[in-house]
């Protein structure tokens, strides 16, 4: 085991002891450290194969497990050691559904910076693996909701609906849904900044251009956040969206 | 030099049109000088971003093919996209429709049923650094500096879809498997991929010169995240602005509104929070190009810029 990979043994598994006499042997030092056994209860083979049969996760099977992946990852260097690409595929196929869920906390914290992607020796598309992992995990209702699904939603939701996203709509939607009270004018319900209850970094960094005096810069996202930009005959392309998405159960 | 094209189908991407609207304006400005043509993308639709391809693949590819198939109805086989998001998302949908003939051809049926025609041929998308640097390149620049960018110390900073994946695009054979012949391979016009000096080409001949930045001019800023996981995109912004002030750079300069936003918001988040040296202020690359070419800083909307590098190059003498 890679010395980056101590992560992959819970800790209650290791016992570590300052004295240790096994069958009348004293094995302290060198040997005082050990990992308890793994006990395997069930796995589901199926899982692997339902990943294979989705667009994104084709390329499971050529992973030779290496590690590339991981040990390129940001998230797993900077933030989170439990965070392993290469774990998570050699879970899915073996079908060990009950460590990925143990996993599920933090698989979804990939940042797609496709580093795992890009330096794949077999060409792995990584990021799309793990990302079709979860997707089929939560097809099968394995894991809770997460932040950043609710923001790739809230996201989609209104590229579907307008064709175009707005920045401001984004932000203050966005904020809205983490529970602060943005403040949303009556006939437009659109979200009003300074008003309502914002963070602190955002008030300041909306009042930048305005002490500025950057006219333009305001009068362009002012106009956004009113009437959203949108794209022309997107109506009937609209509709095919959302069946599309029906279809791969997207929507709810 | 002339293997891309010198007029492309532009694809600006929701970004540039609304809260970047400096890198939309200074890139028209930049193309113009360097005598490039950019066919505006009429009635665009967003790319979907990094968001819309975890929550539906097929309508990710359709939104995406829906803007290639208007590239082609203006004529065009080749679109250029200044956003690394949109570049990336683009160059994915064209890996998955050669790749995949399924995918292809329901992506056709569906364009006809959503009343857009169906694609004959698969325009192939650039980032619009690569663009720049093929078309025009360093020479150009040199020759149409009028004011050099002299004494400005700029950090790279690239984002990862700019050079990641290396075979998204132009490679025709599925990734991966045993032919070796079949493996994927950059594509001929690709920066390098782990240290990419397009930017650094550019500006160096704009008369500015480059601090040593790796790894962080390639180090993800927290990107599909900056919104949803704070704690992480902080971080990453924590690392790349600081590397960037302690090697001694004035300014960062950017070539993606997105990570331009994101390194913006958390400068300003972890100046409020007191960690230090995180000041360096951020503008694209295509600004400072255009303030070497002699336009004024409100040509260039140096000012919609919230981390304010107006006061760093006023300093200097540069705007």
Redesign the interface.
Known sequence: MAIHERSLVEPERILRKERLVIDGVDVSGDWNLIILPRVINDYDLDFGKEVLNTPEGKTINQCYQCSYCTSSCPVHNYWDERYNPRHFIYLARLGMIDELQKRADVMWRCVSCHKCTHRCPKGVLVEEVVKAILHVMAKRGLVEEYPSKKFDKFFTESVVEYGRIEDGELLFGWIEKQGYKVFKDPILKKPIPFIGETPEWLKELTLKPIKSMNIGFLVLNAKHMLVHPRTKNWSKFKHVLRKVMQEEGALN | MGIIGKRVAYYPG??L???A?SYGVSTKIVAKELGLELDYLE????C????????????TM??NA?NMSLARKQGHKVIVAPCNGCS?SLQRTEY?LET?KA?FDKVNA?LR????DPLDQIPQTYHILEWFYHEAGPQKVKEKTRKPLRGLKVANYYG??Y?????YARTYA????QDEEA??RRRETADD?EHPYYMNALLEAAGATSVEFEPMHT??C????S???E???E??VM?ILQTAKRKGADIIATECPLCH?SLE?YR??LM?KGVPDVDVPAAYFTQLLGLAFGYSANDV?L??N?S?PLPVLKKLGLA
């Open positions: 929701c970004s049109e609304g809260a609207r009635d665009y639709n967003c979907g971003a990094m968001e819309s391809k975890n929550v539906t693949f097929m309508g359709l939104l829906r990336f998955f995949d995918v569906l049923e959503g009343g857009v990862c879809l050079t990641r994946p290396h075979f599925h990734a991966g498997g493996r994927p991929d180090q993800c927290g990107g599909p995240h919104l949803s996981d704690m992480v995109s971080k990453f690392m936003a918001m300003h988040r409020m909307k000012k919609d919230l304010d």
